[in-house]
């Protein structure tokens, strides 16, 4: 069984155009991620969601938002997909904020906006 | 700022020892954490440091050194699978993990 999994895999889509990505955790884990890795292939982080309380990453646009409707789904919507929105996005999880609880990452959705 | 140091990438051969460094200014610090990804695949988890000291796990080591900001993850007997990037992680005072860039590890025959 996949323990983080989110779809799609590969999405190519135009400027301008809104988009989601799935994402889900059958792990019981509280917290949930959403990332960004570019082609510098630094992992940036999103958003946090523990609880139903949402952490945002200050920096990101607000053309992004999270979406969660049970403790086992964190979706991202993203609006008016601009060409500097192409990257790697990945979802995690994890049991708790704190301590040496590692964050499980999904497959990542490679997401190419022409 | 919040800042993680790596080198780019490092070239090693099979069945050698290598050892990949991480530097680090973070707000704060509650533990640091090594990932491995492959190409086209999600960093899977390698190892967690929060105490001062060598942590080992088989053919792989990591240490930590808070006074310094420093922690080393180390591969030994090398194998063609490790050829992966290495990624070091510093979770904040906030309990957000802060990431390197990662560490592109190619081993040789």
């Known amino acids: 069984d996949t323990a983080v999994s989110q779809t799609p895999k590969y999405l190519v889509t135009q400027m301008g155009n809104d988009k989601s990505i799935k994402c889900e955790q059958n792990?019981?884990?509280?917290?949930m991620y959403w990332y960004k890795q570019d082609s510098k292939k630094f992992l940036k982080i999103m958003f946090s969601?523990?609880?139903?309380?949402?952490?945002i990453n200050e920096t990101v646009p607000n053309r992004f938002s999270p979406k969660s409707p049970d403790k086992a789904h964190l979706n991202l919507h993203i609006n008016s997909l601009e060409l500097g929105d192409s990257a790697v996005y990945f979802c995690a999880s994890s049991p708790q904020t704190g301590g040496g609880t590692e964050a499980f990452f999904g497959q990542g959705t490679r997401l190419t906006v022409v | 700022g919040q800042n993680i140091d790596q080198p780019t990438e490092m070239t090693a051969t099979e069945g050698a020892i290598v050892q990949i460094n991480c530097t680090y200014q973070t707000s704060g610090f509650n533990g640091l954490f090594w990932y491995q990804q492959h190409a086209g695949e999600a960093p899977t988890f390698l190892s967690y440091n929060v105490l001062d000291g060598l942590e080992e796990k088989g053919r792989f080591s990591s240490f930590l050194s808070r006074s310094k900001g420093y922690s080393y993850l180390l591969l030994k007997e090398l194998q063609m699978k490790d050829s992966a990037s290495y990624l070091c992680a510093v979770r904040d005072s906030n309990y957000q993990l802060i990431w390197g860039a990662g560490t592109k590890l190619i081993i040789k025959p």
């Open positions: 969601y523990n609880n139903k309380e949402l952490i």
């Open positions: 792990l019981g884990h509280d917290t």
